[in-house]
């Protein structure tokens, strides 16, 4: 006699998930993705829709030691078959050359699977990965901002996206450093589930909701902090505070810092590497681009807003630093905002 569920239709299929682990593998490049898709499934289940099938992998499956030296229990790659996969997710690791000695069963692997699966992406140096399997020539990619050479270097046919969080071409996915997985993870999620999906989830998880993929892997203020320490650090905090203050001169921040205007100039070039307009500039450049890509105010507003005063001295400086307009900068990033 014939099931009831023989009558019943069966219920969608949920994308199948890979993470694909290999010794040496830095935690976070996969554990920030593996979150994202898991709550992202947890979410869609409770809306009654089909959310992600998820499994870690390896070659030969087993506890694979990582960067952390905690083991990641993984499936055998053998397990599945190749063209019932959705989604590949290829983590980093500091040393990936290194990793790339030993790695040819990985590279051949993910070569044929990445022909069947609909997604293959990676994390940080897992773009080394994935130009190793011949993925990236003749398409742009980001990986960390500190590899950018050499992945060039070893791979001259990847055309290197150095500032990106996350690169989008096609089927391939690549995003820079270590937590700029979350936020290809929620660019994933958001391409599959929509918006309303990627913003509970990234709310849940308390991230940025979420970075354009063309954002800058460094802020002004990071950098600044990077370059020179605590010496200017309370003078970088308030430009960012006060950057509606078109009288930003130099003789007002040396003041700030009780030095004379010639001192403080030279100084401040010799620690930071830049002058003191143009780390101003700068802040104001980042200013600028936040608000293009996460706020409807007018590129006038804007430019008033960021101390530029008008908008033609703001589209000089798009053009000086980015090679490109307000306004082409907004159109490319109108989705994200």
């Known amino acids: 006699m014939p099931n009831i569920g023989d009558f019943l239709p069966s219920a969608p299929r949920r994308p199948l998930v890979l993470f694909v682990a290999f010794p040496g593998l830095c935690m976070l490049d996969m554990a920030g993705p593996q979150t994202v898709f898991w709550c992202a499934d947890r979410v869609m289940r409770q809306r009654g829709r089909p959310g992600y099938a998820r499994h870690t992998v390896s070659v030969e499956g087993g506890a694979v030691p990582t960067l952390e030296g905690v083991p990641m229990f993984t499936e055998s790659l053998s397990a599945f078959r190749p063209e019932d996969v959705d989604t590949i997710v290829v983590p980093g690791a500091p040393h990936?050359?290194?990793?790339?000695?030993?790695?040819?069963?990985?590279?051949?692997?993910l070569r044929?699977?990445?022909?069947t699966a609909r997604r293959t992406t990676s994390?940080?140096?897992?773009?080394?990965?994935?130009?190793?399997?011949?993925?990236?020539?003749g398409k742009r990619a980001a990986t960390h901002w500190a590899l950018s050479d050499r992945l060039k270097e070893l791979h001259p046919k990847v055309e290197i996206e150095r500032q990106a969080i996350f690169v989008h071409q096609g089927g391939i996915w690549t995003s820079a450093g270590v937590t700029a997985g979350i936020d290809l993870a929620l660019a994933l999620v958001e391409a599959d589930c929509g918006r309303d999906v990627a913003l509970e989830v990234a709310r849940e998880l308390v991230v940025f909701v979420k970075r354009p993929g063309g954002h800058a892997q460094f802020s002004a203020l990071l950098d600044s902090q990077l370059r020179d320490g605590d010496k200017f650090e309370a003078?970088?905090?308030w430009i960012a505070d006060n950057l509606g203050?078109?009288?930003?001169?130099?003789d007002e921040l040396a003041r700030r810092v009780l030095m004379s205007p010639r001192n403080f100039?030279?100084?401040?070039?010799?620690?930071?590497?830049?002058?003191?307009?143009?780390?101003v500039e700068l802040?104001?450049?980042?200013?600028?681009?936040?608000?293009?890509?996460?706020?409807?105010?007018?590129?006038?507003?804007?430019?008033?807003?960021?101390g530029f005063g008008d908008e033609g001295r703001m589209r000089q400086c798009f053009q000086r630093n980015l090679s490109e307009s307000p306004s082409a900068y907004r159109e490319r990033f109108r989705s994200a905002a």
């Open 283 to 306: 802040f104001r450049l980042e200013a600028a681009r936040r608000l293009l890509e996460d706020s409807s105010r007018n590129i006038d507003q804007i430019a008033r807003d960021c």
């Open 112 to 115: 044929a699977a990445a022909g």
């Open 245 to 250: 203050n078109a009288s930003l001169t130099v």
């Open 123 to 137: 994390v940080c140096s897992g773009a080394f990965v994935l130009a190793q399997a011949g993925l990236l020539d």
């Open 96 to 109: 990936i050359e290194q990793v790339l000695q030993h790695a040819q069963p990985l590279v051949d692997w």
């Open 235 to 237: 003078l970088h905090l």
């Open 265 to 279: 100039s030279r100084v401040y070039r010799e620690t930071t590497g830049r002058t003191p307009a143009k780390a």
